[in-house]
């Protein structure tokens, strides 16, 4: 039996049937700093409850499962030195141990899905690294899209990576990418990537309607929903890719590898943009929760006709 638990609100949606959003642990614990990925953590929960949902945000505390954690656990995550980041490779190795860790998109898919949870917000998911061709670093949340069945919703994948490849290897997977509202693939903190899109949906009921239909056909996985960051917040890629470029020779010659290549390149964006990477960071996760949170309520309806 997985050793899981519920927070109280968690549990109250789930006795009432309220929509729920499944949220990850890792942005606050590897994605941003501190005070700010407590303050945005916050507020993702609240805006997740603005659109008639339930927030539930999952981590691995002291060899349980947490699904939905309070404001005592977020602060804890928020601060804490040497939490493990969880993905499908090691969130069991995790929990049999006793051990505590943030979960990243392919762990918190496959902790939702457990749950119950058919839709997650996030801010960007991981994929084919710049240099695969050497590396063969390519992340665990490609493979996870293609298993678990769960609507991802993300600002696309995440700017530093190799675009093209990373959505090459999604739809050998089969996985569905779904431009939110545009024909083009948004870039993480840019609108634009200059990828056409795939699929193009422009609104939460026909992606849920899209979810639906795919649990009906017994198709295995999920969906990536790219849903475009503000106007308002984007940064435009032009003006991003010198400082990408420069971030990723630091990270090749203090030989950062693994795991360790996207919190530290994240940093570094944020140093080089002189912080307005994680303002734009902050302003697309709570639109990616504001969409996230439709779904799950158009969701709720189709399937309590």
Same mark, same amino acid.
């Given at each position: 039996?997985? %050793? +899981? ?19 990850? =642990? ?5 994605? +941003? ?53 969880? =993905?499908?490779?090691?969130?069991? &190795? ?14 918190? +898919? ?10 997650? &917000? ?14 063969? !670093?390519?992340?665990? !949340? ?9 609507? /991802? /919703? ?43 899109? %795939? ?13 639906? +239909? ?21 940064i435009a890629a032009s003006e991003l890719a010198p400082v990408i470029e420069a971030a990723l020779k630091e990270a090749e010659a203090q030989g950062i590898t693994a795991?360790?290549?996207? %919190? ?42």
């Amino acid at each position: 039996m997985i %050793p +899981m638990s519920f927070s109280p609100e968690v549990s109250e949606a789930m006795k009432l049937g309220t929509p729920i959003v499944a949220l990850e =642990s890792t942005i606050i614990s590897h994605g +941003m700093p501190y005070p700010q990925n407590v303050e945005t953590a916050r507020l993702v929960e609240a805006e997740v409850r603005a659109n008639g949902a339930a927030p539930a945000t999952i981590a691995v505390i002291d060899g349980v499962l947490c699904i939905g954690l309070d404001d005592a656990q977020l602060e804890m995550f928020g601060q804490a030195d040497g939490v493990a980041k969880l =993905s499908r490779a090691d969130i069991a &190795a995790c929990l049999a141990s006793g051990g505590t860790g943030a979960t990243t998109v392919a762990a918190t +898919m496959i902790a939702a899905h457990h749950a119950g949870i058919s839709v997650f &917000a996030t801010g960007g998911i991981g994929g084919v690294h710049r240099g695969a061709d050497q590396t063969f !670093d390519i992340s665990a !949340d490609l493979p996870e899209l293609a298993q678990t069945p769960v609507t /991802v /919703v993300a600002a696309g994948a995440k700017a530093i990576l190799d675009l093209p490849k990373t959505f090459e290897v999604l739809e050998t997977y089969g996985v569905p990418v779904i431009a939110y509202g545009q024909d083009e693939l948004p870039a993480f903190w840019s609108r634009a990537s200059g990828i056409p899109a %795939p699929l193009r949906m422009d609104s939460a009921e026909e992606i849920a309607r899209a979810h639906q +239909m795919r649990g009906l056909l017994d198709l295995p996985g999920g969906q990536l929903v790219a849903n475009p960051i503000p106007v308002e917040a984007e940064i435009a890629a032009s003006e991003l890719a010198p400082v990408i470029e420069a971030a990723l020779k630091e990270a090749e010659a203090q030989g950062i590898t693994a795991k360790e290549v996207t %919190p530290f390149l994240l940093d570094r964006m944020y140093q080089m943009t002189e912080g307005r990477s994680l303002t734009a960071n902050i302003a697309l996760v709570l639109n990616n929760a504001r969409l996230a949170a439709k779904i799950a309520a158009a969701l709720h309806e189709l399937t309590h006709k």
